[in-house]
């Protein structure tokens, strides 16, 4: 599957149905009403990268740049939309 961010592809793995669910429940504990748990939300975040494939020698922009801490919890954010049918469409 490919997500894309930061003007660039990124190829992450698929995941079945189990780990879908899996997801889905941590980030269920991520968020109560309008406030982020954040020690859940990081162990969901956690596990989208472990399942998507992802590691820290995969982050590197299409200019060769370095993600920063940020950027990459936003691509895994991005993976977890895509992970869940939640990717923003193109118009």
Do not use: C, H, P
């Amino acid at each position: 599957m490919k997500v894309k961010m930061f003007e660039k592809e990124w190829e992450v793995k698929d995941i079945n149905y189990k780990e879908r669910r899996e997801l889905w429940q941590l980030s269920l504990g991520s968020f109560v009403g309008s406030e982020v748990v954040q020690d859940k939300y990081f162990e969901m975040i956690n596990k989208v990268e472990e399942l998507s494939g992802l590691s820290e020698k995969d982050y590197i922009k299409k200019d060769k740049s370095l993600l920063t801490m940020a950027e990459i919890d936003l691509l895994l954010q991005e993976v977890f939309a895509s992970y869940m049918g939640m990717e923003k469409k193109d118009s």
